[in-house]
């Protein structure tokens, strides 16, 4: 994917891995395959989320597909460490997936369509993946969502040279909210999407560390670099607006986030 603007090193990896693990309940609740089901999982990268969809749906077969190889070989470590046997992981890009028309009963993605250019596009070609009745299920969030105490301009700062070398390289970090019309746009009836909010404070130490410190905050500061030599920002910008992110994460700081989740249906 070559508009992943958050990189492939390994802190990438272990960013992602900090991710699922943090919000697997959140994000995951409600998904459940049936037994013998054919599942498919565009995008599946590392393989972070991968590992919640198989063990939450034992009795399906899910085939884990992403285009780099790279990515792939963690995901195979990652589901073979974890002992699942239901899932088939092989590279492949999702505008141009190696399969038949009708040859998944369900399509799962999760943080894949901000990084592509015409998410739509995407939609409409994985549609045709789907039997009669199937359904596909999108999880995205929203970086404008984003709500924090005390309140900071430099670490919004921070937050929008994310977002803007993510435009950049074709994607769209505010997607979450855009998921119902997208899916509806694609010919998928019954949609239904709905907010996941994640909101940390003081009593909820383990969020300030899996998802403030460990997931968004490592997220933001993955950037630094590029941003810079972008110039969207200075070193001392930019490092100041991560102390700020940093700050709302101590006991007496709050942070927000929202997530959207979206099904819909092929008749």
């Not at 015409?118 to 969030?141: F, H, K, Q």
């Not at 709500?147 to 937050?159: D, G």
């Amino acid at each position: 994917m070559s508009g992943y603007v958050h990189g492939y090193d390994g802190r990438e990896a272990a960013r992602l891995e900090d991710q699922a693990r943090t919000l697997e309940e959140l994000l995951h609740a409600g998904s459940c395959f049936p037994h013998g089901s054919a599942v498919l999982e565009a995008g599946c990268g590392t393989g972070a989320q991968t590992v919640a969809l198989a063990r939450r749906s034992p009795g399906a077969h899910i085939v884990a597909m992403d285009i780099s190889a790279e990515s792939l070989a963690k995901a195979r470590a990652r589901v073979s460490a974890a002992g699942l046997c239901n899932v088939e992981l092989q590279q492949a890009d999702l505008l141009a997936a190696p399969f038949a028309p009708a040859s998944f009963d369900h399509i799962f993605l999760c943080f894949v369509l901000e990084h592509l250019p015409d998410p739509a596009a995407a939609l409409a070609s994985l549609r045709a993946l789907l039997r009669s009745g199937g359904t596909i299920t999108v999880i995205e969030g929203d970086h404008a969502s984003t709500c924090l105490h005390p309140e900071s301009t430099v670490a919004r700062a921070a937050i929008s040279c994310q977002v803007e070398l993510q435009r950049r390289a074709g994607g769209d970090a505010m997607i979450g909210r855009s998921l119902f019309p997208l899916l509806a746009g694609a010919g998928f009836t019954a949609v239904h999407a709905s907010p996941r909010l994640v909101y940390v404070d003081g009593s909820t130490p383990e969020l300030a560390d899996g998802f403030i410190r460990n997931t968004f905050i490592a997220m933001v500061a993955g950037v630094r670099e590029p941003a810079i030599a972008a110039g969207l920002t200075t070193p001392k910008s930019f490092d100041a607006g991560i102390r700020a992110l940093h700050r709302a994460a101590e006991p007496d700081g709050v942070f927000c986030y929202t997530f959207f989740k979206a099904t819909g249906r092929v008749m």
